[in-house]
């Protein structure tokens, strides 16, 4: 049975979306079968992988709401062992639909685990809001990663998403776990950024990443041309770094080994 990570933080901007996208394709790589889930009405992750959002005629909204099948809706990327439940537009109203159903909260687990078993991971692109379908992301998920910005602000309205993660855990879903903190658009050379990094840890020890995501103008421009890091510039240090993320992920869940040299890639300066 696949696992279900949620990749979840209200705040903007932190490369949440950029972190799904290619965390799944590194996955993919490295011979796990994997999907993403787009739930975020933005549909990002769906143009970000090479999908065009207004072409898109059913997605997870009628997943969820209207109980289509989603091995029905489920598109093959270009990316080797990847596949994605796609979004739209219409997701931005399914909150109000769903506000007065019963369960309304459990609606994507149950989607989800009809293609549980098809799939070593899945990975959910969650909107950057705390609103029901990201408390829908969070109930189906086994775990959670947050990105964390390595700016100014980067520890605001954590808070928040830690509390929504407990009640989550006490109301919902009892087993979710925090799989851990990225570090997201490091760049070494700024003192602040060094300054983020220490609290950051100091502050959640353990549950931080190993791997940091360093800022890379690669990843920037991948989903402009629709496609993911890998595929996009498989050298490039963006790519090397999703790639040692999706190695620590494998060795926390006992499939594979990480030697300690390849934790963090040091990046000298910006660029490929």
Not at 28 to 44: C, F, K, S, W
Not at 123 to 129: G, L, M
Not at 205 to 216: K, L, S
Not at 231 to 247: E, H, Q, V, W
């Amino acid at each position: 049975m696949g696992k279900i990570i949620a990749v979840a933080n209200q705040k903007g901007g932190v490369g949440k979306t950029t972190s799904a996208i290619n965390l799944a394709a590194s996955l993919g790589v490295l011979e796990q079968r994997t999907l993403i889930v787009d739930a975020d009405p933005q549909a990002n992750a769906t143009s970000g992988i090479g999908f065009e959002p207004k072409n898109i005629k059913t997605s997870i909204y009628e997943c969820i709401l209207n109980e289509v099948e989603p091995k029905d809706i489920i598109l093959k990327t270009e990316s080797p062992n990847l596949d994605i439940l796609p979004a739209h537009i219409d997701l931005v109203g399914a909150e109000i639909e769903m506000i007065n159903l019963p369960n309304r909260e459990k609606m994507m687990r149950a989607a989800l685990n009809k293609i549980k078993d098809e799939y070593d991971f899945i990975i959910i692109d969650c909107s950057p809001s705390l609103g029901l379908i990201t408390v829908n992301a969070l109930t189906a998920a086994d775990s959670v990663i947050v990105p964390v910005q390595c700016e100014y602000f980067a520890l605001e309205g954590l808070g928040k998403l830690l509390n929504t993660i407990k009640i989550v855990q006490s109301r919902l879903n009892p087993d979710l776990e925090i799989e851990g903190m990225l570090l997201t658009m490091y760049d070494q050379r700024l003192r602040l950024a060094n300054q983020v990094v220490e609290e950051v840890k100091m502050h959640f020890q353990n549950m931080v990443f190993d791997t940091i995501i360093h800022r890379n103008t690669k990843l920037g421009e991948a989903p402009s041309f629709g496609e993911t890091i890998i595929t996009f510039d498989a050298s490039s240090k963006g790519s090397i770094n999703y790639l040692n993320l999706a190695r620590e992920i494998l060795q926390k869940n006992n499939l594979t080994r990480i030697n300690e040299k390849d934790k963090i890639i040091e990046v000298e300066e910006d660029g490929q």
